[in-house]
């Protein structure tokens, strides 16, 4: 697996600043004496009113706390199991919660995991803002946190002295991915055609930043090709579905869909059937995943591409909780790299055994 490093996620945000607010904040944290202490954490954090950065002093046989925010697709599924299986490996113990969807429900089992004082606290989060105060109070806490797959709103939290950092995808990156997949479907720059795009959920990082992402890359390389209506599934086949029998008949001259993940696209597919469309034939479809049943659409011509997104992480996850532990300096952003897979150029039979 690869390990990169990169700082460049929100254009505000440079290594520089981060790894300098790191030798700052480590240093700051030595000195006064402690209240409360855990086991985890540099005996001079105060539990309960701590501002600083909290140091993983401990390196092995970790209690690990896991809030995951939903188990309800192919993705997440992989993506827990992944999870489980590097913390097994690592000889880390992990204490998993599921938040079926729900912020309230994933705030509340965050404060769980912080009374339950873990030495480590992973956080994938269902929003970009509605966890950031359950992300906070465990700095205070003196729990440190990596917040994985889908990112916080770092302007609200920073990586760096709130958390560790951001293990993930670029999910901007993999929007002007399908962008690109999209607009080569349709016969190139110069094509003129209308499209929809299906959104994941609302205020999730990989909805924001692949929407983003994906029209910009559009406005710019495609002008031609415009999306005539966007609309939110919530990252759920059955939704995709529903939402996509209504819009073909509202655009039923429509030339392209965009989803923000397979399974909105598999319900979309569907749908398009269903109201007497070719899907790959008069409607290309691409969308972020990678999942079995999207990859078995792309085998068999009916969508046109999909791009991955890794749910893999827990081996960069646990390998990032290891530098942490020594004590290294954290990039703001751990990168999980991605690729595309179509048909046309072997790309998807070459990645299907290793689809989820
Ligand atoms: O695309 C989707 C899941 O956060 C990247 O969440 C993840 C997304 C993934 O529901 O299928």
């Not at 999306?227 to 001259?253: C, D, H, K, W």
């Not at 392209?256 to 749908?271: C, K, L, Q």
């Not at 079995?292 to 893999?312: H, M, T, W």
Request: hydrophobic content about 40%; some cysteine.
């Amino acid at each position: 697996m690869q390990f990169s490093w990169s700082p460049l996620k929100r254009s505000f945000m440079t290594t520089v600043p981060v790894i300098a607010a790191l030798g700052i904040t480590l240093a700051a944290c030595g000195g006064s004496t402690a209240t409360t202490t855990t086991s985890s954490t540099a005996s001079t954090c105060v539990s309960g009113s701590n501002t600083k950065f909290v140091k993983l002093t401990k390196t092995t046989g970790l209690k690990v706390g896991w809030s995951q925010n939903a188990l309800d697709g192919a993705w997440r599924n992989a993506e827990e199991a992944s999870i489980v299986s590097a913390a097994k490996a690592a000889g880390d113990t992990l204490v998993a919660t599921n938040a079926n969807n729900s912020d309230d429900q994933q705030v509340q089992d965050i404060q769980t995991l912080i009374n339950d004082r873990p030495d480590i606290l992973l956080v994938d989060p269902h929003t970009e803002d509605a966890e950031v105060s359950a992300v906070l109070s465990a700095r205070k806490n003196c729990i440190p946190v990596i917040v994985v797959d889908r990112d916080v709103n770092e302007s609200m939290a920073t990586p760096g002295r709130d958390f560790a950092t951001f293990v993930g995808s670029d999910f901007q990156k993999q929007g002007a991915l399908a962008a690109d997949a999209l607009i080569e479907s349709l016969g190139g720059p110069s094509t003129k055609a209308t499209i929809v795009e299906l959104s994941g959920t609302t205020g999730s990082s990989p909805a924001i930043l692949r929407g983003g992402g994906f029209d910009g890359e559009l406005a710019a390389k495609a002008p031609g090709i415009k999306i005539v209506a966007e609309q939110t599934a919530n990252f759920a086949r059955a939704t995709g579905q529903q939402v996509m029998s209504t819009l073909i008949q509202q655009y039923p001259n429509i030339k392209g869909v965009f989803a923000h993940n397979d399974e909105m696209a598999i319900g979309a597919i569907t749908a398009l059937k269903a109201a007497g469309k070719k899907p790959g034939t008069d409607i290309k479809v691409v969308s972020i995943d990678g999942t079995k049943d999207a990859i078995n659409l792309v085998l068999a011509g009916e969508e046109y591409a999909v791009v991955q997104s890794n749910p893999r992480l827990g081996d960069l996850v646990f390998q990032t909780i290891g530098q942490y532990a020594k004590g290294a300096d954290l990039p703001a952003w751990v990168v999980q790299p991605d690729k595309v897979f179509k048909l046309a150029d072997g790309t998807a039979k070459a990645y299907s055994p290793d689809a989820f």
